[in-house]
């Protein structure tokens, strides 16, 4: 018996046990949220121009002088003229800038305008003009951490189990945010990022894992949609907090604050109990499935928990086994399953950073435009949920990553000097690749089998913070040709959308748990009977797919009336 029929049959899809593992998985969403997105603001560059003389803060950003007319040249950034941000003439002082005289980089410094952001950690370091590739390095290098914590945390999940892993992953989130809020230097800043970063993809991407086990298959869907929906409450809860907190330091502290709830798990959160199972942990396993059934109000006979906890080896020809990477790339069907989502994870979230962080450099307030921007893409999402169980996960996540993409390629077509459709266009790109994200993330997980679940959504996910390191770097591509970037991003939400379609359907489909389960994967089968030549009995092969609920004469036959492999 496996424990999906245990949910049908006796402890409920979504019982009282099922809801508090769901409610703790989405409450890590908000910190991870905004941990992710917090470059937009910690690393905001604000307007600036080159400060005239070594140690003279006399002459404010943009502050009207004859000294500073006569210093600084101005030039037409988007339809409007502004003093230019890296250059300055050369002799600064004169009552008059000349017609002949020549321009050079800022000797002394920048002065930053102070309107919007008080400080970041641009203008804590300079990292402007020639040194503005330091900062898309940051973030590359925070990518990198949340790449490496994607396969180490899946790796770390799927042999010690989900719970140690996270709660390993919230005490890094939580120290090494704390530590990068008082650092002085730039680079242990970084490295301090880059931990952080990577333990919180743990937290967020293993704990989909753990919530989305826990549950009935007919919940799948509404949990995993709300976990990914936390994770955009965490964006409102970064524009929200960055509205009031603008010094860089005062912001990244309340980020790290966030996690501090989250030490309440060593003492609330269940280990996943389909992981119990799958790897023989037979004790444990009966414990939670006692603890789940008191919570739930229900009563399990003995001989069930005799059959759901038997171990695989006591079964003839099944022995038990450790799983690997190299699993992943064995059977033909997995195989194809992690290259499709690696290279859609890539395209997804390359795009996904940029227009989000973007969002904040957009015309008009860049808090509202994140904030709205995040709302936008939960309000779609919301109905992408219905969408998904009406037309299948495929159409959804391939349709949003097409509109994601036809937004970006507009953008290239549209004037720079019409700032107000790029607005738009950029935000309705950037609603379109949230949706897309969110779907993703919950598609993910349906289609790799338990035994190695999450070591195979960590390698997407790995995959994808490869997209997140060079986004960055395409963004620079803008010194080239300004729309070069949105073409870029558009073209891979296209090519993003059409692997999607190549990746089997599992909406109403039960959750594969063996490496045999995902090569049967979304297809129909006849039952192989075999005869026992012993007993003389007939019994099904043990390998057959689970189909899924049908629909006969409108009515919906349910898995209970349809066989099982056991």
């Not at 410094?109 to 330091?134: A, F, I, P």
């Not at 289609?447 to 790995?462: A, K, L, Q």
């Not at 490496?515 to 092969?541: A, C, H, M, W």
Request: glycine share 10%; with cysteine; net charge positive.
């Amino acid at each position: 018996m496996e424990y999906e029929d245990v949910l049908r049959q006796y402890l409920g899809e979504f019982g009282r046990y099922q809801k508090l593992a769901a409610v703790l998985t989405v409450l890590v969403g908000p910190s991870v949220g905004a941990m992710m997105f917090a470059q937009a603001f910690l690393a905001a560059t604000p307007a600036h121009h080159c400060r005239l003389y070594q140690n003279d803060s006399s002459v404010m950003y943009g502050h009207p002088s004859e000294r500073l007319n006569a210093s600084v040249p101005v030039e037409k950034v988007g339809g409007t003229w502004r003093y230019s941000s890296c250059l300055m003439y050369n002799g600064t002082g004169g009552t008059s800038a000349g017609n002949n005289q020549t321009v050079t980089s800022c000797k002394h410094g920048w002065e930053y305008d102070k309107g919007v952001y008080h400080s970041t950690v641009v203008t804590e370091y300079n990292l402007v003009c020639e040194r503005q590739w330091l900062k898309e390095l940051g973030q590359s290098i925070f990518m990198v951490g949340v790449s490496a914590g994607g396969l180490i945390s899946g790796t770390t999940s799927d042999r010690f189990g989900r719970r140690p892993t996270i709660l390993a992953c919230i005490l890094l989130q939580l120290s090494a945010g704390l530590a990068a809020a008082f650092t002085k230097d730039y680079i242990l800043f970084l490295v301090l990022r880059l931990v952080a970063g990577g333990a919180a993809n743990g937290v967020y991407f293993v704990g989909f894992s753990l919530g989305i086990e826990s549950i009935g298959s007919s919940k799948r869907n509404l949990v995993g949609m709300a976990i990914s929906l936390s994770f955009a409450v965490g964006s409102i809860f970064l524009g929200s907090l960055a509205y009031f907190l603008r010094d860089w330091w005062s912001l990244q502290l309340a980020l790290a604050v966030m996690s501090v709830p989250l030490l309440s798990y060593w003492w609330l959160l269940p280990e996943s109990p389909r992981w119990l199972l799958s790897n023989n942990r037979t004790k444990e396993a009966k414990r939670s499935i006692q603890k789940s059934a008191k919570m739930n109000k229900v009563t399990i006979p003995d001989d069930v928990y005799e059959k759901v906890t038997k171990p695989k080896d006591e079964e003839p020809g099944v022995k038990s086994k450790k799983y690997t990477l190299i699993n992943l790339f064995r059977g033909p069907r997995l195989r194809m399953i992690t290259v499709t989502t690696s290279l859609v994870w890539f395209a997804t979230v390359a795009v996904y950073y940029a227009l989000a962080i973007g969002s904040a450099d957009l015309a008009g307030d860049p808090y509202l435009n994140f904030v709205l921007g995040a709302l936008l893409g939960m309000v779609l999402s919301l109905v992408a949920v219905v969408a998904m169980e009406k037309w299948g996960r495929r159409p959804v996540v391939g349709g949003f990553m097409f509109l994601a993409g036809a937004a970006c390629l507009t953008v290239t077509a549209t004037p720079t000097d019409r700032q107000d459709v790029i607005r738009y266009l950029s935000l309705l790109g950037r609603c379109a690749v949230t949706v897309a994200f969110n779907t993703l993330a919950v598609y993910t997980t349906e289609v790799f089998p338990t035994v190695v679940r999450t070591m195979g959504v960590g390698v997407s996910v790995m995959s994808s913070r490869v997209g997140g390191i060079l986004s960055p770097f395409v963004s620079l591509l803008a010194v080239v040709w300004p729309p070069l970037p949105m073409l870029v991003f558009g073209i891979l939400c296209t090519l993003g959308g059409a692997a999607v379609f190549s990746l089997p359907e599992t909406v109403g489909v039960r959750l594969p748990d063996t490496l045999e389960d995902v090569e049967n994967l979304g297809r129909k089968q006849k039952p192989k009977i075999d005869k026992t030549e012993k007993s003389g009995e007939f019994k099904r092969d043990r390998d057959l797919s689970y189909i899924g609920p049908v629909v006969v004469s409108g009515h919906v036959i349910g898995d209970n009336d349809l066989f099982h492999h056991t």
